[in-house]
């Protein structure tokens, strides 16, 4: 997509998982959730409403398909999928496998404790890992 340019701190604290049509998917660098991030690769985009109404299917849609596998793989009790940019106002939609007993249950995760991060071998290998999952997405 033309133009874009990928928030610096989504950047810092996430890697490169695929593509999805208009998005890009990424994980949270966090080992306490698997936590994915899906982003439209398009400029000047910070709402939801600011997608064209088949943008906004095509990305909910892979939402969908995504937080299908994530549960299914992690055997997940919730999954919360969310648009919360108070911080980072460049349109990214959060998937993330809740389970009863992690260290935010049955609170949100936002302020809730610090990241911790995943050592170079244990990120390689669970970037591996949720690209294998993820492979089975069907296309919108």
Known sequence: ???????PLIA????????????EV???????????????????IFELSDLTKSQRHEMMDYASQIADIIQ?????????????GNIVPAM???IIARHEGDMAWPNPIWGN???????????????GEITRWLNSLSSV
């Open 1 to 7: 997509m033309t133009n874009f340019t990928l928030n």
């Open 12 to 23: 810092s604290t996430s890697s490169f998982i695929r593509q999805c049509g208009l998005c």
């Open 26 to 44: 990424r994980m949270v660098n966090d080992t306490r959730y698997c936590w994915l991030l899906l982003i439209p690769q398009l400029p000047d």
């Open 72 to 84: 299914n793989k992690t055997k997940a009790d919730k999954m919360n999928i969310a648009t919360i």
């Open 92 to 94: 990214h939609l959060h």
């Open 113 to 127: 404790g610090s990241a911790i991060p995943y050592d170079e071998d244990a990120l390689t290998a669970r970037q």
